[in-house]
């Protein structure tokens, strides 16, 4: 489609823009009356703009690991309520076998409507703090099956024709730990798709029938800009495996295959060979898996991107029914996460041929999670809860960053005075370690160091830790990073832990974590001298 | 000296330095002079004395200041090595931050480097435990040979700045005091001299950046004050503050960090007080700038207040709520949402017919390409050009050298062609586009407070806010622009209506309960009586920042004296809290940290006259709006007598003011040029 005149380059513009305005909008209004850090601090959450067959126009602020979300839960709704929602209605879901991505995670969604006229949804998905199951917060390794892990929702009105459905409110209160939190969110996730319908019907009432029009230009937008960028990808089949060590229950590996063939007309990920659901609940629903490819796409694009459904028009995933990457009821998907990052790690490492001049090595595969839990002499309760990561793979023009985020979970950490003030631990050291970075013309980015003394009598140790047995892989030469380490230090004696672990310790008792280190990049003799001595002086490269 | 009543502002950005200088009747003259960015007291000085002179007067009693010279020391790291003193086991937490990356799908990004580089954060053995005790007392003879190499390296400044210091400094002290002794040249910042608050990453950022400032700032000022005695306009110097403000010289030396990001500050002030005096109740201050245009809310004429900001850190309508980023200043600031959109963003159109404006910048060198110094990409002043609404002979009178031919050039091949447009519909396109990106800003700050833009009233400032006012007032339902005079260096005359202000912070982290209220009393009167002694006879303002346990963002209630009934302050809390996020949580409220400001007001100096008037270079220019050329009538603020309809173009020294068609221009009678329609 070309597009010409002045009011039509208008008209488009100004459309595109407006609906990034309104999906701002919708999450500042999230987050405006939000209450529990997960949303307004670690920012779990995504919003979105739909039509009104359920295909997906705009998103606003999303996780990377949102971006596939929204289309299937709308299929959802629209499964539950063939003739779409009503004026004044607005549903709700998260169970992950009809919509969901695991539990913690709610979306809502409202339509809007015009003079009558249905012309579109918002939707927000964001992630609650708690939502009952056997293990606070929602996101335990080491369940067995989705019962263990909390208050299922299949799509379900949570306001009819303007009227609350207090039905609702009782059960999810009844289910949760922390129900005026979590009623509270999800009060803010309403007030947020309000303000995305409003704003919507007033764009239609500006535009009258000429809203459905230009939304089908912003789709054909969506799948253009994604089409050019796949025109200058080499086109080709490539492949590769990579493995989470543990699933937390059986001691096993967990492989995942993918086969990326890129074409001028689209880009397909297939899944086949890839590990069969497991025990532990490392599992994903293939919302999650299709979240994890458009979002290797989208950063190895290199351009601002608009996610929506003409973009997902040109992508194709097949994942294996009853695998890791595609769980089958009643498989536990509560710690998903981790299979998302090795998914984007395998199709980065598939593409690595294709893109050999934008492709990373292979970081710290994801945030070690160490909590210690317990309760005090005067009754009570603890919980210490910490991430640790930082560690990028090289990139083939850049060492990998060290002490970062990465995009699976571009989280902030929680500060060492605030963790020493409110819980009983003492942290004595969080550094980088120097010398870790894998090797290469490009260094990867050095390992993370977090050391943890508990000071209550007694805690429960829950470690879920990443890259253990399987080093990040380099790329072009560059050598592996080392992989990540836990020890546990009583009496002067240092054991080492498993990657994923539930242990009783006592006061005293330190745990000595250090993440994996990021992958080179390029053969070690090709690194610049300056950059060596650079990093000898600063001393994150070991003296000769 | 006596005082003579004449006063000078000086706001130096980037690309220009813009001066005032005003005398007690209110007569003033305005200038925009180049900056010399080798050399930014130059400028100033060349300024101040043109300013001066064609007042027909001495030197002034004080000379008002914002600077970008701060901010632009850490953006260039052009600042000498700077070293730091920390915990052992947590040398690197300046450089691992908060772990947030600013777009989580760039794979490219690079982070901004530490101020303190690797070697010289030096770990000193010692610890203080959560609860204050103090567990092992700093090893300083284990740490002297690092120090001493550091300062062999060339290390003159250094921050101390240890785990824990916020629950008990004495440690961070002993080590300064230590580190005095042995090396007396040595500046030094504690981290808990500017902020006593936990969040050891913030802490110690803030103190490294101070750190990092004090040779820059020290140096600036020596070099402006003898630029002042060579010029023969000596002045003291006062500094505006981010968290408003001015602040004396010789404060600001001590802690340059209260410093940075003073331009901004001005002008959003001065903004609030336009809408104090026109009793506006809901106002958007807007203010569009050659990289960036910013939005911020003034409520009743009061602006709001944010605990932390970052320099450096990337410009999105979202980026302040998201952050990552950017160097991190935990003290308060206004505010602001920024876009990248400026008169200087680049536009260009993308490989799916998409028309983008920004982020990315022309800068102040190549420049937009009717600058004609090497700038071949078009940008949103070069449509603005094409469509008339710039003046050729304006910007030439202005010093600045302007070729039509090279931004129709650009346009042509980079907008127009691709798009298929005219140069002139590709010029419309642009001007559209960059309003609306504009509107994002906007809209983010009312959504913030759950409020619809329309029944706003915009306050455009900037050199390119009042070229586009109007038509983005039209993009998002709002029916009345107030363009300020001067509204082009606006920044500086907020300057001179600065109070001169010192404030502090203190932490509380306590429960608001009855029985807790004699200690806040304590602490107020404390911080009252230590802000009157740095400022005597000034008027005190106490604030209690507050937040439901919990959560992380706090409410700044003012709190009277005598103290109010702890109950009355948690109703006023909810009430704002239902007024800000629409709810009210049922938790225990917490006062957090308690803040006392001492303010001495500025003399109240209405802008009355221009010393020296002028005519519109031009009687009318052609103009295009909405498809049609027409010959549009030219003004001078000045020349403005009674209510004009629009089409018109109102042209002052330092902008132009569009009125576009279906709009009215009058000036009310505080020289304020009110847009309605």
């Known amino acids: ?544 | 000296m006596t005082a003579s009543g004449i006063r000078v502002a000086a706001d130096v950005g980037g690309t220009f330095t813009d001066v005032i200088a005003i005398d007690a009747a209110g007569h003033y003259v305005a200038l925009k002079v180049p900056s010399v960015p080798a050399a930014y007291e130059a400028g100033i000085g060349d300024g101040v004395r043109r300013a001066l002179s064609q007042l027909g007067a001495g030197p002034g009693d004080d000379l008002l200041h914002a600077t970008t010279v701060a901010t632009n020391a850490i953006l260039e790291r052009s600042g000498r090595p700077t070293g730091l003193i920390t915990t052992c086991g947590f040398r690197d937490v300046l450089e691992i931050g908060r772990l947030r990356i600013p777009d989580s799908y760039d794979l490219a990004y690079r982070k901004p480097p530490p101020l303190v580089a690797r070697r010289h954060r030096l770990e000193v053995t010692e610890r203080t435990a959560a609860g204050g005790e103090v567990l092992a007392a700093p090893d300083l003879e284990d740490l002297a040979p690092a120090v001493d190499a550091a300062v062999a390296e060339g290390v003159r400044s250094f921050a101390v700045s240890l785990l824990n210091s916020y629950a008990n400094p004495s440690n961070e002290h002993a080590v300064a005091a230590w580190l005095i002794a042995r090396h007396p040249r040595l500046s030094v910042t504690t981290g808990t001299a500017i902020l006593r608050e936990a969040g050891e990453f913030e802490r110690t950022s803030t103190a490294v950046v101070d750190a990092y400032l004090k040779p820059v700032l020290n140096g600036y000022l020596d070099r402006l004050a003898a630029e002042l005695e060579s010029q023969k306009v000596p002045m003291p110097v006062m500094v505006m503050q981010s968290g408003g403000g001015l602040l004396p010289a010789d404060d600001a030396r001590d802690h340059p960090v209260h410093v940075l990001e003073s331009g901004p500050a001005a002008g959003a002030l001065a903004a609030a007080r336009i809408a104090q005096e026109l009793g506006i109740k809901n106002a958007v201050a807007f203010d569009m700038g050659g990289t960036t245009a910013k939005a911020c809310m003034v409520d009743a004429g009061k602006v709001g207040f944010g605990s932390e900001f970052t320099v450096g850190a990337e410009v999105s309508a979202m980026s302040r709520l998201l952050r990552g980023g950017g160097y991190t200043v935990r003290l308060p600031a206004i505010d602001l949402a920024e876009v990248g959109a400026g008169g200087g963003s680049l536009v260009r159109v993308d490989a799916a017919g998409g028309l983008q404006v920004g982020p990315q910048s022309a800068g102040a060198d190549p420049g937009p390409a009717c600058y004609g110094r090497g700038g071949t990409h078009p940008t949103v002043t070069d449509a603005n050009l094409v469509l008339g609404h710039l003046s050729v002979a304006g910007l030439r009178a202005g010093g600045v050298s302007v070729h039509p031919e090279n931004a129709a050039t650009a346009l042509q091949l980079e907008v127009a062609r691709p798009l298929g447009l005219s140069v002139e519909e590709a010029a419309e396109a642009v001007h559209q586009v960059a309003d609306q990106q504009m509107a994002r800003a906007l809209r983010a700050v009312t959504t913030e407070r759950g409020r619809d833009l329309a029944g706003h009233v915009l306050i455009a400032f900037g050199g390119s806010g009042p070229v586009h006012a109007a038509s983005l007032a039209d993009s998002v339902g709002i029916r009345t622009v107030v363009v300020p005079p001067l509204a082009g260096i606006l920044s500086a005359v907020g300057l001179l209506w600065s109070a001169r202000e010192v404030w502090l912070v203190e932490p509380v982290g306590s429960a608001l309960r009855s029985d807790g209220m004699p200690a806040l009393e304590t602490l107020l009167r404390d911080m009252q009586d230590r802000v009157r002694r740095r400022l005597p006879g000034a008027g005190v303002r106490r604030v209690l920042e507050m937040a439901f346990r919990g959560q992380a963002h706090e409410l700044a209630i003012e709190v009277a004296d005598p103290m109010p009934e702890s109950t009355s302050l948690m109703a006023e809390f909810e009430r704002r809290h239902r007024e800000f996020y629409g709810h009210a949580a049922a938790a225990a409220v917490e006062v957090v940290r308690a803040r006392v400001a001492a303010a001495l007001p500025a003399p109240a100096t209405a802008l009355r006259a221009p010393a020296i008037k002028g005519r519109a270079l031009e009687a009318n220019r052609q103009g295009r709006f909405q498809g049609a050329w027409c010959s549009i009538p030219v003004i001078r603020r000045s020349e403005a007598t009674s209510r004009r309809a629009g089409p018109l173009y109102i042209d002052d020294v330092e902008t132009t003011t569009v009125v576009p068609p279906d709009w009215w221009a009058e000036f009310d009678e505080l020289g304020n040029l009110v847009l309605t329609r």
């Not at chain 1, 070309?2 to 039509?8: A, I, M, V």
């Not at chain 1, 015009?114 to 012309?119: Q, T």
């Not at chain 1, 672990?501 to 990021?518: F, K, M, Q």
Request: with cysteine.
């Open chain 1, 1 to 544: 489609m070309t597009r010409s005149g002045l009011d039509s380059v208008l008209e488009f513009e100004t459309l595109r823009s407006e609906l990034q305005a309104v999906a701002d909008e919708m999450s500042i209004a999230l987050m405006r009356s939000s209450f529990s850090p997960v949303i307004r601090d670690f920012l779990d959450f995504s919003t979105a703009l739909c039509l009104p067959d359920g295909r997906m126009v705009s998103q606003g602020f999303s996780l990377p690991l949102h971006l596939g979300a929204v289309p299937r839960a709308m299929e959802a709704f629209l499964w539950a309520f063939p003739e779409g929602l009503a004026e004044g209605d607005v549903a709700l879901l998260n169970d992950p076998y009809a919509g969901g991505m695991h539990l913690p995670d709610i979306f809502v969604a409202a339509p809007a409507y015009c003079g009558g006229r249905p012309v579109g949804y918002a939707v927000v998905v964001a992630h609650q703090a708690d939502i009952g199951g056997r293990v606070p917060g929602g996101s335990a390794a080491d369940n067995r099956e989705i019962f263990e892990e909390g208050l299922r929702l299949p799509p379900l009105l949570v306001r009819s024709a303007g009227q609350p459905v207090p039905a609702v409110e009782a059960i999810l209160r009844a289910n949760v730990r922390l129900p005026d939190v979590v009623w509270q969110d999800l009060q803010a996730q309403i007030a947020s798709v309000d303000l995305g319908t409003r704003r919507l019907a007033e764009l239609a009432a500006r535009r009258g029938t000429g809203l459905q029009h230009g939304l089908e230009d912003i789709l054909g937008y969506g799948r253009r800009r994604l089409l050019a960028v796949l025109d200058d990808w080499p086109a080709g089949i490539y492949e590769f495996e990579d493995r989470e060590d543990h699933d937390g229950i059986a001691d096993r590996p967990v492989p995942i295959r993918v086969r990326v063939q890129v074409g001028s007309s689209g880009i397909l990920f297939d899944f086949a060979g890839s590990s069969p659901q497991v025990p532990g609940s490392i599992n994903c629903t293939s919302s999650f898996t299709e979240s994890a490819c458009y979002a290797a796409v989208r950063a190895l694009a290199g351009e601002d991107i608009p996610v929506n459904a003409g973009f997902m028009s040109a992508v194709t995933v097949s994942a294996p029914p009853g695998s890791v990457v595609n769980a089958s009821f009643p498989a536990g998907v509560a710690a998903r996460g981790v299979i998302g990052y090795r998914v984007i790690e395998a199709i980065y490492g598939a593409l690595s041929r294709a893109l050999p001049a934008r492709v990373p090595a292979a970081g710290d595969g994801g945030t070690s999670g160490i909590r210690i839990g317990g309760t005090l002499p005067d009754g009570r309760r603890y919980q210490y809860n910490d991430i640790v990561c930082g560690a990028w793979g090289a990139r083939p023009y850049a060492d990998g960053l060290d002490g970062a985020a990465g995009m699976a979970a571009n989280i902030a950490n929680r500060p060492v005075e605030l963790s020493e003030r409110d819980d009983p631990v003492r942290i004595h050291a969080y550094e980088l370690v120097s010398g870790s970075g894998g090797e290469g013309q490009f260094r990867g980015g050095l390992a993370v160091r977090r050391v943890v003394e508990l000071l209550a009598p007694h805690g429960t140790l829950n470690l879920r830790t990443h890259r253990n047995l399987t080093a990040p892989y380099g790329l072009a030469g560059g050598g592996p990073g080392r992989v990540s380490e836990t020890w546990l230090i009583r009496g002067g004696q240092r054991r080492r832990l498993p990657a994923k672990a539930t242990l009783e310790i006592r006061r005293g008792d330190v745990i000595d974590h250090v993440t994996a280190s990021g992958g080179g990049f390029g053969e070690p003799a090709l690194r610049d001298p300056a950059a060596l001595n650079e990093d000898r002086a600063e001393g994150k490269a070991d003296k000769p």
